[in-house]
């Protein structure tokens, strides 16, 4: 399986940042790559909670996706498992270190194939994810 890992050290607090991933709002103005809108049907946040959403490409299209959070744990770390296609696991682990926060992110694609193509675009949308998430945090 072939994993991507992004890392970024972003100026807020752990609880900060953790917020901007539990309101369902909040995750819908930053969640994916530039250009991309997102409708939120199903959210919840909960290890074991269901998140069904639509992905609002800028060419257009719409892609729709589920998901399962298997492990939430406040301040620290969520697991999300795409359960559609293409499938991945995502941890995203926060760290607060002289108050800011790092957010690693680690997604691992149970297709190589699928990765191995997509891999210069996947690591681009990651980053672009993570400049939206610090775009919302700033003050």
């Known amino acids: 399986m072939t994993t991507l890992k992004t890392t970024r ?25 530039a250009g991309f809108t997102n ?15 639509t992905m609002h490409g800028p060419d257009g299209k719409d892609y729709e996706n589920e998901s399962v959070f298997r492990e939430v744990v406040p301040g620290q770390k969520i697991v999300i498992d795409h359960v ?38 996947l690591a681009t949308a990651n980053e672009q994810n993570l400049d939206k998430l610090t775009a919302e945090l700033r003050p």
């Open 84 to 121: 559609s296609l293409p499938k991945y696991e995502l941890i995203i682990s926060f760290a607060e270190h002289d108050g800011k926060t790092t957010v690693s992110w680690e997604q691992t694609f149970e297709n190589e194939t699928f990765a191995t193509k997509m891999n210069d675009f």
């Open 9 to 33: 050290e972003i100026a807020a607090s752990v609880e900060d940042v953790f917020a901007a991933f539990i309101d369902s709002e909040r995750l819908a103005r930053w969640w994916g790559p």
């Open 39 to 53: 409708s939120f049907h199903t959210f919840d946040f909960e290890s074991g909670g269901r998140w069904v959403y």
